[in-house]
């Protein structure tokens, strides 16, 4: 048999397209070969056509020139574009390469993948200072939009390059600028439920992406621990990491973070430290932390006032259950032990599900540290219930 003969690389400018390495709805990323240096680069092409203002091309053009005016070039957090130009066919734009998945510099070798978030987090949850780092640089990179009035729209894992081992947003093919008026585009299970494409659907999106760094989960089983609750429960960076999840998952979105400033500002903010003594006041005192007040995301939708059920929640959520210092500790609700089908006591940290969307009276008991009352918890808004004993 004779091989299939493939078609030529589309040509462009001073540049040697070697092999496709990413496609889209809309367009394609080569891995390209400057001809006068060598130098390689990633180019991105968008077939021209003739359906005007709405065509993927267009929008692209009216993205970028966004871009080139109100941000800086080689701005940290954000995947550099070096060139912009057109053939006869073809919108396209030039870029840092991404880093190859194995750690090393992009390469002509055919093993070459591009590292992307998304890749990464196939092989399961990021180390804490990983985590943390990672989404500090994504925060930056979004800061930088949000502080020149525009939206990114597409904030996902596939669109976090890695280039110098450093996280890069990418891809702004549905970067405009901020409005009220802003279209419903971008990725499905990274849109905020109440719709509004603005800043604030950025930090839910990046919220999801954060979540899914710090749990090893998809986006789609937020706000869940899984496996790794007890981990975040005992790494104050996870537990931190978390608390800002769930704020920047919030459905309603005057409850979320409103920029990606606001919500760098409290990743970067340090903890702070108290005495023994004050530890131990802070904790009889504030025992409950509610760390995050959650309406369910997949039935919160907003409605007019008139009609209180379309404000209406779910019947049974799922709660996140977390004790400091001590975990393994079991839960009651309203007098009765928690239990997993096969009958065996829930212990913290965990995530419990089916739980009535009401008013319980939560009790921590813990063997050796005895009953933690965390006083009465309505769960039609919570979502995550953080207790701490007190510390001798």
Not at 372 to 381: E, I, M, P, T, Y
Request: net charge positive.
């Amino acid at each position: 048999m004779t091989a299939p003969v493939l078609p030529d690389p589309p040509d462009v400018p001073d540049f040697d397209l070697i092999r496709c390495i990413g496609e889209g709805a809309f367009g394609a990323v080569w891995l390209a070969a400057n001809r006068t240096t060598g130098r390689l680069r990633a180019v991105k092409l968008i077939p021209l056509d003739t359906s005007g203002a709405g065509s993927p091309a267009y929008r692209e053009i009216v993205s970028l020139k966004h871009l080139e005016a109100r941000v800086n070039d080689q701005q940290p957090g954000l995947l550099a574009i070096h060139h912009v130009g057109r053939t006869d066919r073809h919108l396209f734009y030039v870029m840092d390469p991404a880093d190859d998945v194995s750690g090393a510099a992009a390469s002509r070798d055919p093993g070459y993948e591009p590292a992307t978030l998304q890749r990464q987090l196939a092989r399961g949850p990021l180390p804490a200072r990983q985590c943390f780092d990672l989404a500090r640089q994504l925060l930056v990179g979004l800061r930088a939009l949000h502080a020149a009035g525009m939206v990114h729209r597409d904030v996902k894992p596939a669109n976090c390059l890695f280039v110098g081992g450093e996280l890069k947003l990418a891809d702004f093919g549905l970067l405009t600028e901020a409005g009220p008026l802003v279209s419903r585009l971008g990725t499905r299970r990274y849109m905020p439920p109440d719709g509004r494409m603005d800043t604030r659907a950025d930090i839910y999106a990046a919220g999801l992406v954060i979540y899914q760094m710090l749990t090893g989960l998809g986006a789609d089983r937020f706000p869940r621990l899984g496996p790794r609750a007890r981990e975040i429960a005992a790494d104050p960076i996870l537990q931190k990491l978390n608390h800002i999840v769930l704020k920047a998952g919030q459905p309603d979105p005057a409850r979320r973070f409103q920029d990606a400033g606001q919500m760098l500002a409290q990743l970067e903010t340090p903890a702070v430290r108290t005495s023994r003594s004050g530890r131990r006041a802070l904790a009889w005192a504030t025992c409950l932390i509610l760390s995050a007040l959650l309406v369910a995301v997949a039935a919160w939708r907003p409605g007019p006032r008139k009609n209180p059920a379309n404000l209406a929640g779910p019947s049974r959520v799922e709660v996140n259950f977390l004790t400091e210092p001590y975990q393994d500790a079991t839960i009651y609700l309203d007098g009765k032990l928690l239990r997993d089908p096969q009958q065996k006591p829930f212990t913290t940290p965990c995530t419990v599900p089916d739980v009535p969307a009401r008013e319980h009276r939560v009790v921590f008991r813990h063997v050796g540290h005895g009953e933690l009352d965390a006083g009465l918890v309505d769960f039609s808004r919570v979502r995550e219930v953080e207790a701490r004993w007190p510390t001798p």
